[in-house]
């Protein structure tokens, strides 16, 4: 799973089209790291956290595996890209005092990726991912987006997204729990961010390879209808967050 890019060749419209998070977030994890020195954010994607990393710590190192996405990347002094794995990552032994990983811990290989984290975090450094699922926006046009993703474009999902579809949960890196808040994103869209958002999805995608069409083109007019009466709604998606401290290993 680690070494496939579902990404890049939709980069642009994924750094356009996916929601921004909470400032509230970067705080809480600035606080709970043993320092501010050194963040990595892996699996960065174009660097929506990263930057917003930036603002609480001196130094970011984001890496994703997908060249195009690092392409689309948004720039900010503090933040160094770099294209690599999270199993294999440019990154040196104790070196970092948090790790973010945001909607993609699903992708790896997680106990590579454990020993990866004990390899380059500090000692009472703090690994935290988080993840998300569909847009709430009415009932209406929720149906009409479960729809999509479950019915359209369900067969077109990648193989490994099942601790996602209940926002990690399950997953237990080998560290101690750390008690996070609730946090999640918002914020308003026209009809035409939704779309885009839709198409930033990876089933998209390779719908879009493999039949040589737009999977949105089956629910285009519902949507537009259900849309109609309000230009501008308030879009929202809670958050699954989960933080670890790594200590010392022997």
Not at 52 to 77: N, R
Not at 217 to 231: C, H, K, V
Request: overall charge negative; charged content about 20%; aromatic content about 12%.
């Amino acid at each position: 799973m680690a070494t496939t890019d579902h990404f890049s060749s939709i980069a642009a419209t994924y750094a356009e089209f996916r929601p921004s998070y909470p400032d509230g977030l970067f705080r809480w994890l600035a606080e709970v790291a043993p320092g501010r020195k050194h963040a990595w954010d892996c699996a960065t994607g174009n660097g929506q956290a990263a930057v917003s990393l930036a603002e609480h710590f001196d130094q970011v190192t984001a890496t994703d595996i997908g060249a195009g996405m690092i392409a689309h990347a948004q720039p900010h002094p503090r933040v160094t890209y770099a294209v690599g794995t999270a199993e294999d990552a440019p990154v040196a032994d104790q070196s970092v005092d948090l790790i973010t990983v945001a909607q993609a811990l699903h992708w790896f290989d997680r106990p590579r990726f454990w020993a990866t984290c004990q390899r380059v975090l500090l000692p009472g450094g703090v690994l935290a991912y988080w993840g998300y699922l569909k847009p709430q926006i009415t009932p209406e046009i929720d149906a009409l987006v479960d729809r999509y993703h479950d019915e359209i474009v369900g067969p077109y999902w990648p193989p490994g997204r099942e601790p996602l579809l209940d926002l990690y949960r399950e997953v237990t890196p080998p560290g101690t729990r750390l008690k996070a808040p609730s946090f999640a994103m918002q914020t308003h869209w026209k009809l035409a961010d939704l779309k885009g958002h839709l198409a930033s999805w990876s089933a998209t995608a390779r719908y879009r390879a493999g039949q040589g069409k737009d999977p949105l083109d089956a629910i285009a007019t519902p949507l537009n209808d259900a849309w109609r009466s309000t230009p501008t709604r308030i879009v929202s998606w809670p958050l699954g967050i989960h933080a670890f401290r790594f200590e010392a290993t022997p």
